[in-house]
């Protein structure tokens, strides 16, 4: 069938890229320290960002169990303020409470989104699997890839001494002038945070200009554009921004770092600046970043569909498409973080693009439910996330369309709407498709099984503790509900309690996946190279891989969805068998 | 990653080198090389665009302060610097040819000539420009000191020359260490010929970007009343 050497076609064995060094412990932190090999480099950067992850998850819940009661201010026989009667809170006087609450937001924003979710799946998985699903050795520049890591990790000391030396609470978006000019007690913490953020950036950067080249140059032979698994379409469409948009979030950051050391007046109106300006430069990278979040999300979805539903993906080039013109819409709608601070022109213009991007969403959405219609669907951990990713991602993504419209979204701008609207989409996108993808990669990056009725229980609980969590956020939204807000008013105290226990349920989900994982590495069952019967390249190689990925330089014969005509590799045929050969003329679909 | 062939030692750095292993060749690895670099050179016009984008903004804002700081610019020690800049970029362009022709001798002497034209930009623009001006208060934000501003929002057009002619005399600082370590790398292998001149070109790309750059900020600053 295929012409593709596998594993055991000859008789050397590599040792697999897990193979511990002679020479002990330190010789394997050596080795792994100074490694170019673009799977350990992925290990890391997965371990790096799920530990991330965790902290930024438990702020998150400190953040939700503060808002369990609203504060009730009351004076003491001193005559001082003090709170009463709350369950929990961050802070002995209201004051203190309320410092603390922002900082812990701004500690769950700046660590979910510049230390977890924008390097998230390139960095994790994507370093792992693009050359494998390109037959490929490794990334174009081994040695830049290692340099990204360390630049990342730079990046992540520099957010972590911030967030030791007390905090930052300006959010993460760092508005100025309440950035530049505000509290002098986190004067170096914002230097440092956006200092972090500055460099995070170049890690990104570099990452993607290493994934542009690689696809470019180091497809397999035989391997065509429209040959590419899907997930390297996303990644190609990810790259282009992290490159085209990091550079300008650089310069408005340093900026900003000027600002704030030097107080040279760019932003800050007291000296003739402009405020809007900072925020106009930093949504033109943000905006855009937002599809670097999306994008390899959805390029994770569309091969757990495609490979647990073994149907060819339907509208193969629509979706790889539909990457590019996200990609492209993304860079042209920033303003609609602005609406309010707008002119009336600029708000139509920008409210009428950012529609746009709705069309090629709504496309992949459509082709992956064409590409479940009659497949022969396996009910696993992977595709219980991938159904999740749909159902999630869908409402968070037909909810941009109220904030979209200029009329709405002077209703719900800045209100706990737009709080669930980009939680569905970042963690009910990106998130779930990144677990999911793990749990789909897991026995190609570990050669271990995870447990699957685990799996599937903890993706229950998260699908559920999620809903729970952040749907009624869209009600304490449109009831006017602010975000940024350490207190309400006592109507709203049922949905937060509502929404604060979901978030308990989906932390708790979060450690049961976490449990299997860890179980899996100590004691999962060998994995074999191929569980899924999957097609693209990287189910060719070993599970775990080689250290150069492969025996022999592979050559592609077949898509990486064929699977009506195509046996999988290192599997029974008798377990994946192909349909029935149609009569003369008719067609699969 | 670069595979050397180390039997024959005597043979100059440029013929030596092979190809890093997971490339099929070395035309693929320096096509590779090169889109990467043009890629990285994309993001660097990107973080300019960025203070271009802020120059045009308050120069709308505030003309009147945008005329009166720019007064204070020399046009003859800004068009000195953008000759020098021309020359050597010119020069740089040069020595890649000569890579191309294995002319190691004029290969040198002209990247010579590029970096003793980078330190002389560097020189004059610190000692003929910020220093004289800094040190009569004529500074970026509140640092501005200087009794005799043409108008309030003065500094803002400090900031943004500071700021712009800053990250750009440092791009020129590291464009002049790129060469650099190109010419220690020509006298110590002979590292670049017809066959292999990957980084020198792309040191000479980079070059060439901080030329480019000045050509736009030169006459915004300088040039436009």
């Known amino acids: 069938m295929t012409t593709i050497p596998t594993p055991h076609d000859h008789g050397h064995h590599e040792g697999s890229y897990l193979t511990p060094p002679k020479g002990g412990f330190f010789a394997a932190v050596i080795q792994w320290a100074t490694t170019v090999d673009h799977k350990k480099l992925g290990v890391m950067y997965t371990v790096a960002v799920l530990s991330l992850f965790m902290v930024g998850g438990l702020a998150a819940l400190l953040v939700r169990v503060e808002l369990w009661e609203p504060t009730r201010v009351v004076l003491n026989e001193a005559g001082e303020a003090v709170t009463t009667g709350q369950f929990f809170q961050l802070g002995k ?67 972590i001494l911030s967030l030791i030396n007390t905090g930052v609470d300006t959010g993460w978006t760092f508005y100025a002038p309440y950035s530049s000019s505000h509290a002098a007690n986190t004067y170096n913490n914002v230097v440092l945070m956006t200092t972090a953020a500055f460099i995070l950036g170049f890690s990104s950067i570099l990452t993607g200009l290493n994934f542009i080249v690689t696809i470019h140059k180091l497809r397999c032979p035989g391997m065509g554009w429209f040959d590419m698994p899907l997930f390297v379409w996303a990644m190609y469409a990810t790259s282009i921004i992290q490159v085209l948009a990091t550079p300008v979030i650089g310069i408005t950051l340093l900026l900003l770092i000027f600002e704030r050391i030097f107080h040279v007046g760019i932003f800050d109106p007291a000296m003739g600046g402009d405020p809007v300006l900072f925020q106009h430069f930093f949504w033109f990278y943000s905006h855009p970043v937002v599809y670097v979040m999306i994008l390899p999300g959805m390029g994770i979805a569309s091969e757990m569909i495609a490979v647990h539903a073994r149907k060819p993906i ?15 819409v993304g860079f042209l709608v920033w303003g609609h973080h602005m609406f309010t601070a707008m002119g009336e022109l600029a708000s139509t213009i920008f409210s009428a693009l950012t529609f746009f991007v709705a069309i090629p969403t709504a496309v992949k959405v459509f082709n992956w439910i064409a590409t479940l219609y009659k497949g022969s669907i396996a009910f696993n951990t992977p595709m219980l996330y991938a159904l999740t990713f749909l159902f999630l991602f869908s409402i968070g993504g037909l909810t941009g369309l109220p904030l979209a419209t200029l009329a709405t979204d002077m209703h719900l701008h800045d209100s706990y709407f737009v709080v669930a609207h980009f939680h569905y989409v970042m963690m009910g996108g990106t998130i779930i498709a990144f677990i999911g993808g793990l749990h789909h990669w897991w026995p190609k990056i570990t050669g271990k099984m995870y447990t699957e009725w685990v799996g599937m229980t903890g993706c229950i609980m998260v699908f559920i503790g999620f809903n729970v969590t952040f749907f009624t956020q869209f009600f304490l939204g449109t009831q006017g509900m602010p975000r940024r807000y350490a207190s309400y008013i006592d109507e709203f105290q049922t949905l937060h309690q509502i929404s604060t226990v979901g978030s308990m349920i989906l932390g708790a989900g979060m450690f049961v996946q976490l449990g299997n994982f860890l179980h899996s590495i100590v004691a999962g069952k060998k994995a074999p190279p191929n569980p899924w019967g999957g097609l693209s390249l990287e189910w060719y190689a070993d599970s775990p891989p080689s250290e150069h990925n492969f025996h022999h330089e592979p050559i592609l014969t077949h898509g990486p969805y064929d699977y009506e005509d195509v046996y999988p590799p290192h599997c029974d045929p008798a377990d994946f068998p192909l349909p029935e050969p149609l009569p003369a003329g008719a067609k699969h679909h | 990653m670069t595979t050397i062939d180390t039997h024959s030692k005597r043979q100059p750095g440029w013929k030596r080198y092979a190809f890093a292993n997971h490339f099929r060749n070395a035309e693929d690895e320096f096509d590779a090389c090169k889109l990467g670099f043009w890629l990285f050179l994309a993001t660097e016009i990107l973080l300019f665009a960025g203070l ?26 800004g068009g000195l610097n953008t000759l020098v800049l021309l020359v050597s970029s010119f020069t740089v362009a040069m020595s890649i040819r000569c890579a191309q022709l294995d002319n190691q001798k004029w290969l040198r002497i002209n990247l010579v000539i590029t970096i003793l034209c980078a330190f002389m930009f560097f020189f004059i623009k610190l000692t003929f420009e910020y220093i004289p001006k800094w040190s009569h208060g004529i500074r970026p934000g509140v640092l501005y000191s200087n009794p005799f501003a043409g108008h309030p929002q003065e500094p803002v057009w400090w900031s943004v020359y500071y700021g712009a002619t800053g990250i750009h005399a440092l791009h020129v600082l590291i464009g002049a260490s790129l060469l650099l370590w190109c010419l220690y790398r020509s006298l110590r292998y002979k590292a670049y010929g017809p066959t292999h001149y990957t980084m020198l070109e792309n040191s000479g790309l980079y070059w060439h970007l901080v030329d480019v750059i000045w050509i736009f900020l030169f006459p915004l600053l300088y040039l436009i009343h």
């Open chain 1, 93 to 159: 006087t209201p004051a203190e409470n309320y410092t603390w609450y922002n900082r812990f937001f701004t500690i769950h924003g700046a660590i979910m989104v510049f230390l977890v979710i924008v390097p998230g799946v390139p960095a994790t998985l994507g370093n792992f699997l693009l050359p494998l699903m390109l037959g490929a050795k490794d990334v174009a520049f081994p040695r830049l890839n290692l340099l990204s890591w360390y630049i990342y990790c730079t990046g992540a000391l520099f957010a």
């Open chain 1, 314 to 328: 339907f509208g193969y080039r629509a979706i790889a498409f539909a990457s590019l013109g996200i990609a492209g």
């Open chain 2, 52 to 77: 271009f984008c802020a120059y045009a903004m308050y120069r709308v804002k505030f003309p009147e302060a945008f005329a009166a700081g720019s007064h204070h610019l020399d046009i003859r020690w």
